[in-house]
């Protein structure tokens, strides 16, 4: 039997111990992974490559409950709803709440209304940007407070610092609808924050929220977030978000939500 020289028997030794590299914990070897940089949260196929950017039609559905509280009033609780349809670097949503806008729907406006959202995502190596536009469907039939549709234009960004840490920066201006009895006011709202991935299954933010009111005697929402998010087994996960208000914007100070989907 012919045995290798100790310096080519530890090269190949060196060579397997360190063969696999998966640098966004995706699955997929870095040496095969044309995706480097894919957020941990996201499904990939053989290349590494989120199916969203390779042309696999994505379903997203999520259910949920948000929780406005205080030591003073009633928990105020508002049933969400949230789809989502992602093709390539298209992205479509119909809602209750505009999520993007992290518990500010819950202050600012509690008609019952229905959110069509449509993005445009631009990627490169650290930086996704998505630009997102939509509009707001107000169904309250009442008269002194039903308004007219809101209009809204929003951006994304979101900076990876390293493949398990990110930051990240959302902007959105909302063109207000009127009703029979006030004029509303255009406002803009924004969020910027960081999020880590902890494991492979846990990610963790957190963030500052800022959002104008529509009405003008009503002063600005500030809020510190604290949000979470696990994935499940078979494409299910939970999601749940606390937000502490830094100023008395509204009756509540304390919110809480609950969210469970699935991708599909």
């Known amino acids: 039997m012919k045995f290798l020289p100790i310096p080519y028997f530890l090269l190949i030794l060196t060579t397997s111990l360190f063969a696999v590299n998966d640098q966004d914990i995706d699955g997929v070897d870095?040496?095969?992974?044309?995706?480097?940089?894919?957020?941990?949260?996201?499904?990939?196929?053989?290349?590494g490559c989120p199916y969203d950017t390779t042309g696999t039609k994505k379903f997203t559905f999520q259910i949920g409950e948000d929780i406005s509280?205080?030591?003073?009033?009633?928990?105020?609780?508002?049933l969400n709803l949230f789809l989502n349809y992602n093709y390539k670097k298209w992205d479509f949503s119909l809602s209750s709440t505009n999520y993007n806008a992290t518990n500010i729907n819950t202050l600012i406006d509690t008609?019952?209304?229905?959110y069509l959202t449509a993005g445009y995502l631009f990627q490169t190596n650290k930086?996704?940007?998505?630009i997102s536009v939509g509009t707001k469907f107000a169904f309250m039939d009442d008269d002194a407070i039903d308004r007219d549709n809101d209009y809204f234009i929003s951006t994304n960004f979101d900076y990876f610092i390293?493949?398990?840490?990110?930051?990240?920066?959302?902007?959105?201006?909302?063109?207000?609808?009127?009703?029979?009895?006030?004029?509303?006011?255009?406002?803009?709202?924004?969020?910027?924050?960081?999020?880590?991935?902890?494991?492979?299954?846990w990610y963790s933010a957190l963030s500052y929220n800022y959002a104008q009111s529509p009405y003008?005697?009503?002063?600005?929402?500030?809020?510190?977030?604290?949000?979470n998010y696990y994935t499940l087994p078979h494409d299910f996960y939970i999601s749940c978000n606390y937000a502490r208000t830094l100023n008395h914007s509204s009756d509540y100070d304390h919110l809480f939500s609950f969210n469970i989907?699935?991708?599909?």
């Open 162 to 201: 390293s493949p398990k840490q990110n930051i990240f920066l959302y902007y959105s201006y909302t063109f207000s609808g009127n009703s029979d009895t006030t004029d509303y006011e255009n406002f803009h709202s924004f969020s910027i924050g960081t999020g880590y991935a902890f494991t492979e299954k």
């Open 30 to 47: 870095d040496a095969h992974d044309l995706c480097i940089n894919t957020p941990f949260d996201k499904i990939v196929d053989e290349n």
């Open 261 to 264: 989907g699935v991708k599909f």
């Open 127 to 130: 930086l996704n940007t998505k």
């Open 111 to 114: 008609e019952d209304d229905l």
């Open 69 to 78: 509280f205080n030591s003073f009033s009633n928990k105020t609780n508002i």
């Open 216 to 227: 003008a005697n009503i002063r600005s929402y500030k809020a510190l977030s604290w949000f």
